[in-house]
């Protein structure tokens, strides 16, 4: 028996219009905005700039996630710092154990 499967670029969809997909706040900013160096001065003024994209983007809570699984240690991610991130995670160890 002979078979021939044809895919096509819209294999499996049941429709030709394009798909929009929410575009994340941070793409059009200064990447270095979102890792600031340092945890006093200038960089806390630059660590809430960066917080206050995030809350304007539609992406935020899957950008947290993404940055929790990936386990990032530096920048802004999702409108938490690197040390709110830390705490969560450590927080989440602790009830896991309790």
Excluded: H
Aim: hydrophobic share 35%.
């Amino acid at each position: 028996m002979n078979r021939s499967i044809v895919r096509t670029a819209y294999y499996g969809a049941d429709t030709t219009d394009i798909i929009e997909r929410p575009r994340a706040a941070c793409a059009s900013e200064d990447p270095e905005l979102f890792f600031p160096i340092g945890d006093t001065g200038p960089s806390l003024l630059w660590e809430e700039e960066a917080k206050a994209v995030c809350r304007t983007c539609p992406l935020m809570e899957s950008c947290l996630q993404g940055a929790l699984e990936r386990g990032e240690d530096y920048g802004v991610f999702g409108g938490l710092s690197a040390k709110e991130r830390r705490s969560l995670r450590r927080r989440a160890a602790r009830q896991r154990t309790a």
